[in-house]
């Protein structure tokens, strides 16, 4: 099924006319931030507005690499299925991340909605074209391929060598951080990912995630006001916990 065309996505509407950027809520902490206004507008005449229901898949593994797309509103899951049908996730977007970088002509995983998402959409041929008339915008992308690098080795040493305790703490200070990054509050921090989410992408069970966050909130660590927040309460131990403290 091609990117976008799958149940729960909206028909996707062209970039209002007027000037839809200039409240947009992401402005300051997107690939956008480099682009003067005129840039801008060049950058608005080939995006899209789509519009994703909760568990729609936005494009999957393998599928030819036809658009990136910046996350205006919501959050979207990245996975990979093994060999044997299991899923390990490889990440979580939320506002004013952007996806979709491909360093070939297929996408390298699937990308999946959670809960209501709005994106800006963006033809990969057309961007690429842009690219080369605003340097300033190729070397944003750039970073965010260095930062998908980044985030995969940190992955790779969370599921490698750190507890089930310090995989969780480390993945709600990271979140915490990446909150921070784009305006948002540090805490509490949103968590619209299922139990069962978190646990694959750490490498837990269910069971395994419920119980450590319940022993953090046990000793003070966190809170835990609803099943979607997390407020942290004790920052310098949560930073602890993930280092091996």
């Keep these: 099924m091609a990117a976008g065309s799958a149940a729960g996505a909206t028909a996707v509407k062209p970039a209002l006319r007027e000037s839809p950027c200039d409240d947009c809520a992401i402005r300051e902490t997107s690939v956008c931030e480099v682009l003067e206004p005129a840039q801008l507008a060049r ?4 995006a899209t507005i789509m519009y994703l229901e909760p568990g729609t898949t936005l494009f999957q593994e393998s599928e030819p690499a036809e658009h990136l797309c910046n996350v205006v509103e919501g959050a979207v899951k990245l996975y990979k299925l093994l060999p044997d049908g299991r899923r390990q996730i490889t990440g979580f977007l939320f506002p004013g991340d952007f996806l979709g970088v491909a360093l070939n002509k297929s996408y390298a995983y699937s990308a999946e909605a959670m809960g209501n ?46 507890t089930a305790r310090e995989r969780l703490a480390s993945f709600l200070s990271m979140v915490s951080r990446r909150a921070a990054a784009r305006g948002r509050p540090d805490s509490p921090i949103d968590l619209p990912m299922s139990r069962a989410d978190i646990g694959d992408y750490l490498g837990l069970t269910t069971e395994t995630v419920s119980r450590t966050f ?32």
């Excluded at 609803?226 to 949560?238: A, F, G, N, P």
Aim: glycine share 8%.
């Design 43 to 46: 950058m608005r005449a080939i």
């Design 117 to 162: 998402v709005r994106l800006c959409r963006f033809p990969r041929r057309k961007l690429e074209n842009l690219l080369t008339e605003l340097p300033n915008l190729e070397h944003r992308l750039l970073e965010v391929a260095g930062n998908e690098l980044v985030a995969a080795q940190d992955q790779m040493l969370l599921l490698g060598r750190k």
């Design 214 to 245: 319940t022993q953090l909130k046990k000793q003070g660590t966190i809170g835990l006001p609803s099943q979607t927040k997390v407020d942290i309460l004790k920052r310098e131990e949560l930073e602890e916990i993930a280092e091996g403290g």
